[in-house]
């Protein structure tokens, strides 16, 4: 059964950092790519980024470029989002999915896979 697993979420002040991870197991079929996206309490969920497995393309949503990073491990089967000068308004549910085709951009309807998510609060 495929499955995603989300972890390392947590409180952290303003300016602080966050490395959140993703294991995925359970896939017989290669999946294409890794999106992180994350849902503030009453907000619709959003894109953060997302990294094909083959490593060579790499996207973000505007509000996170050049703070935050998204990496994998493959070999690990797992992908890391790296959040660094976190502000409050990065308080969120953190989710990973996997698209198991190729698809245009970080679209969450593209994702086939869902993880349960993990909590990050930023807050001082």
């Known amino acids: 059964q495929s499955q995603l697993v989300e972890s390392g979420g947590g409180l952290v002040q303003p300016g602080g950092s966050l490395r959140l991870s993703c294991f995925a197991s359970?896939?017989?079929?290669?999946?294409?790519?890794i999106g992180w996206f994350r849902q503030a309490p009453g907000k619709e969920r959003e894109g953060v980024g997302c990294i094909a497995k083959s490593g060579d393309s790499t996207i973000y949503t505007d509000s996170v470029k050049g703070r935050f990073t998204i990496s994998g491990d493959f070999t690990a089967s797992t992908v890391y989002l790296q959040m660094n000068s976190l502000k409050p308004e990065d308080t969120a549910t953190y989710y990973c999915?996997?698209?198991?085709?190729?698809?245009?951009?970080?679209?969450?309807?593209?994702?086939?896979?869902w993880g349960k998510g993990t909590l990050v609060i930023v807050s001082g």
């Open positions: 999915a996997a698209a198991m085709t190729r698809v245009a951009g970080c679209p969450d309807n593209g994702m086939d896979y």
């Open positions: 359970g896939f017989i079929e290669e999946y294409y790519s």
